[in-house]
């Protein structure tokens, strides 16, 4: 046999017994089915890309994000030992708990369930976590302060240790606040004493006058949505704020990262999670 009809032969064999081109099949979003565990409503197939975003509102009744179903899951957890969706907590005016500008689509069912008052910087009723009073202390069973903390000015150590001294002995702080995984917080502003944000040309200005008359003037600010004080301070860092929840003297520290499909808890990273940090009884 020739080389050529070897050659044609082999040829028309590949051309028989070719793979059939595989179909390109378009990718739909992965769906998720979930009750909010904030309003108990029932949410059918939303794209998991948005239930597993931090900030997006994905209960299509109440509006909530994964950060706040994760906050009532934790307070659940840390109250009453389970996970329970907040129509469903136990109306109980003897647990008392303050929010720090809470969300309103759970701040609202927490008043009617429990002895809970939302608070906050700059309107009644007043809380300013850096300066408490005395008569304060030792309050509550829980406190609320999701995403607050990054706004207040330095030192931070201060806002730590006075939400320790507002809770009652056993009591639990559930926090939310940007953090990285890694490395130590970074405090923009390390030396606000005497300082003010100004306008110019639409553009704002922190002007800061320190402890020793210097006088620091920053841009580039980053002001976070909502009413209030609302400039970035800082940015945690997770073992920056394990330290400054040891040196409040709380006892126990929890980071929730649980995956709970059934309440649309669904974490894809392993920072910026809620805490929960606990005093002991004594």
Request: with cysteine.
């Amino acid at each position: 046999m020739s080389i050529n009809l070897k050659t044609k032969i082999k040829q028309r064999l590949r051309s028989i017994f070719k793979s059939p081109p595989v179909p390109q099949i378009e990718q739909q979003p992965e769906l998720l089915t979930f009750q909010c565990n904030v309003c108990g409503h029932i949410n059918e197939d939303i794209p998991l890309k948005i239930v597993s975003n931090r900030e997006a509102q994905s209960c299509q009744q109440c509006g909530s994000s994964l950060r706040m179903r994760s906050v009532m899951y934790a307070l659940s957890v840390e109250l009453f030992g389970k996970c329970i969706i907040l129509p469903d907590f136990p109306e109980d005016k003897t647990i008392t708990g303050i929010g720090m500008s809470d969300w309103e689509g759970y701040a609202k069912r927490l008043e009617e369930k429990l002895a809970y008052t939302n608070t906050y910087y700059h309107q009644e009723p007043k809380l300013d976590i850096t300066n408490i009073e005395t008569n304060q202390e030792h309050q509550y069973d829980f406190i609320i302060s999701s995403d607050v903390f990054e706004h207040i000015p330095p030192p931070i150590s201060v806002a730590f240790t006075n939400a320790k001294r507002l809770l009652k002995p056993g009591g639990v702080f559930i926090l939310t606040v940007p953090y990285r995984k890694e490395g130590i917080t970074d405090e923009y502003f390390p030396d606000l004493f005497d300082f003010r944000i100004i306008t110019h040309k639409d553009k704002s200005f922190l002007f800061n006058v320190t402890k020793e008359g210097v006088e620091q003037i920053f841009d580039n600010l980053t002001f976070h949505g909502g009413e209030g004080f609302t400039l970035e301070m800082r940015m945690f860092s997770e073992p920056s704020l394990r330290e400054e929840l040891e040196n409040a003297c709380f006892d126990k520290v929890k980071i929730y990262h649980d995956k709970v499909l059934e309440f649309g808890i669904v974490w894809p990273i392993a920072w910026a999670l809620p805490i929960a940090a606990r005093i002991n009884l004594e």
